[in-house]
């Protein structure tokens, strides 16, 4: 949907106009709001993506994160989802 109602406002062009940010901020809002909500759908309501960008770096570091075995691996299967 977004990519059908936007492409009118890309031209095949070195340029990077002032509208792509514009563009760019909307469509990764979207994203940012359907990854929290898949997540969310897995996780449950208690997810907070504050607290998972923090300990993301240890757990992509170490393979987990503290003692909660089903986090980690919720975590796991969703990472491996996005590829």
């Known amino acids: 949907m977004f990519v059908e109602s936007n492409c009118d ?5 070195e340029e990077n106009k002032l509208e792509y940010t514009t563009l760019h901020n909307h ?5 940012e709001k359907r990854i ?5 759908e897995v996780l ?15 757990f992509m570091e170490n393979g987990q994160v503290g ?3 089903d986090s980690n691996q919720a975590t796991l299967d969703i990472l491996n989802n996005f590829n």
Request: aromatic residues 16%; negative net charge.
């Open 27 to 31: 469509y990764t809002e979207i994203a």
């Open 44 to 58: 449950g309501p208690t997810f907070d993506v504050a607290t998972f960008l923090h300990e993301l770096p240890e």
């Open 67 to 69: 003692d909660d075995d």
């Open 9 to 13: 406002f890309f031209e095949d062009t």
């Open 36 to 40: 929290e909500g898949k997540m969310m």
